[in-house]
């Protein structure tokens, strides 16, 4: 998209937009090539090369910030070596208008559905994804059969998992039936498969999982495939941990 030059400039950081345009009146700023002094001019930031004083301009990317609704079958990941669907081309998909690089905070499993948060803020990715934050995740989890408490007591004290303990989780029945449960887990920890493995250690495999709930942001009633942008309090939120 063309944006005055002036703008650009601005919004990269190089002066105030009056400042710019003064650097464009004295014939500093040149666009592909070719000096440009009128300060009506307009340029693509992404497609044309820009220079202040001869030193490319560079540009200020616009932080994104994106809650998915994963359905099964996507793998979190940029790319698959077996060319299996992955949840950035759903999100391409669905948003052929984004066109920045985006990828996702955490990871589902293929057959995991639910929240995930996708962005290009690697430093808050690192905040997230780090161990220290404790940053709770929530899932909706059906199960195989009808566990008593003496068995969900030892996923609420933590679970040998490859010889290591899990962080206690807090676990609440929601539905039990004849053959199945419906359990809400909460867990700080982002270990692979981890809900699947701690159900399996109890007896009672995994028929449906779905992530709710990721720190302060909840998926609430987006529908299955579908993305949407975080809001501003939300945002706010994320970043206050």
Known sequence: ???RLQKIMADAGIASRRKCEELIKSGLVSVDGKIITELGFKADPYKNIIKVNGKKLRIREEKIYIILN???GYITSLSDEKNRPTVIDLIRKTNPQLKTRIFPVGRLDKDTEG???LTNDGELTNKLIHPR???NK???VTVKGVPDEKK???LRKGIKIENKP???AKIKVLFAGKDRTTLEITIHQGKKRQIREMCKRIGHPVIYLKRIRFGPLVLRNLPRGRSRHLSKSELEKLKRG
Do not use: G
Request: aromatic share 10%.
């Open 152 to 154: 969900l007591n030892l």
């Open 133 to 135: 934050y404790k940053l």
């Open 138 to 140: 929530v899932y909706q």
């Open 70 to 72: 994963k359905p099964s």
């Open 1 to 3: 998209m063309e944006i």
């Open 166 to 168: 899990t962080a206690p």
């Open 115 to 117: 929240l995930l948060l």
